[in-house]
């Protein structure tokens, strides 16, 4: 058995599809771990989403940004699409299906006998990993439950950009969630900015990348991660960042995580769509 991570493939699937056959995947055998954002940009998201459904256990999901915002257009009516792809997805006959099974993956998914950690963007450097767990709980449930609906129309926004165990209701949901699927930078007292997406050394004076932020707490467990295409493949003890931008016409690479880890890339072409 081989475990494999895949960064995000953003409606990617030739290429997706491509990488598959180079790591020789058998789903009766393998398995694999996908960092999120597996829709929006490229342009097949249906097909992925309908591949990836259908390695039923074989595949582990974790929810990414732009699957959130899939959610939120496709079930809350979110006016902010522009997508055709997207919109085709949602157009499809399983299109309902599809968002069903994508609302129940989750946002972390950990295996402590690997000592790892499978994240979308990261997790707050003052959060263990016990306690990162119980936080994306509480979100899973709602997106899970009868009002993901009123969920999914408030989680925009970058406010609260810091944590406390105080927080109630949507401000608390919504730092988790930004936590978990948006960030990239914080101040040293850990609070999340948004503003900055490039590489490290481009930020604004006074932020530093998440994992970076002294004392974090969760140190000791590899924690896998995407999100950060400007960041590329980043290998580091306790750190495995592997978008590697596909959708910007760079590589798909997956990383395999039961072992010395062993990386396969596919090269892309940019998948955004020409406006």
Known sequence: MAIHAIGDVQGCYDELARLLVALRFDPSADQLWFTGDLVNRGPRSLEVLRLVKSLGEAAVVVLGNHDLHLLAYGLAGHRRLRDRDLRALLDAPDGGELLDWLRHRPLLHHREDLGTLLVHAGIAPAWSIA???????????????????????????????????????????????????????????????????GPPGSQAPGLIPWFEAT?????????????????????????????????????????????????????????????
């Open 131 to 197: 306690q990162a767990l119980h936080y994306a709980h509480e979100v899973e449930q709602v997106l899970r439950g009868t009002e993901h609906i009123a969920f999914l129309a408030d989680m925009y926004g970058d406010e609260p950009g810091r944590w406390s165990a105080d927080l109630e209701g949507m401000p608390r949901l919504r730092f988790i969630t930004n936590c978990l699927t948006r960030m990239r930078y914080c101040s040293p007292d850990g609070r999340l900015d948004f503003a900055d997406n």
């Open 215 to 275: 004392g974090r707490v969760a140190a000791a467990t590899r924690i896998v991660f995407g999100h950060w295409s400007a960041l590329g493949l980043l290998q580091r003890p306790g750190l495995l960042g592997i978008d590697t931008g596909c959708v910007w016409g760079r590589t798909l690479t997956a990383a395999r995580i039961d072992g010395p880890p062993d990386f396969t890339s596919i090269p892309c072409h940019d998948c955004r769509p020409v406006s």
